[in-house]
């Protein structure tokens, strides 16, 4: 019971890893974090065109807190 | 904490850490603040999508659309073409290392239409 349970979490561990490197490799600027709540997020069923605009719409704004961030150092 | 406001909270989180809130506290603007903010962006973003046509659940996945594994092998093409082929190798392999089925395909398609949106890594001198 316990090593299905292992041999399953191992499945998932790998095909993270797999994720994150396509994801490396098309330049989504993702990291592992972003990307496991990414991949639940579709598994809830959220639309992944969607999705892609919530990220590119949050990375808009922390850009721009960062800008100002650097400007006020 | 699996559902969709919790993991769109967690999202926010993740694009606004680094930014050092103390400073900014001084200039108003709180780190509960920034959060909320970001979220109000997050679900416009997430419901000005949900209600165009042609973007519910069934079109996405009928016949007109490619699939989200050959729009990353055309990506793959692209990159030849282009002169990187040791990228589309490994894109290809990789893409043939991911489980049967098609439970890998939304996430895909996130990749898809996220493909080339991140800032390209400094050049070192």
Redesign the interface.
Known sequence: MASGANANMNAVRETMDVLLEISRLLNTGLDMESLSICVRLCEQGINPEALSLVIKELRKASDSLKASDNSTN | D???TE??G???D???Y???WK??AL?GLSKEG?RK??KK??Y???L???FQPG?C?GS?SGPATTPPRNK?LM?SFDLRVAGCRE?AE??EE??G???EGDA?D???????????????PPTSF
């Open positions: 699996n559902s969709i993991l769109l967690a999202l926010c993740c694009s606004i680094g930014v050092s400073r900014r200039g920034a903010a970001l962006r997050a416009g973003a997430l000005s999508k949900f973007t659940k996405a990353v990506i990228e490994r894109l990789l893409l290392a991911l489980p890998a939304p996430v895909l398609e996130l990749l898809v239409h996220l493909a080339g949106s991140a800032l390209p």
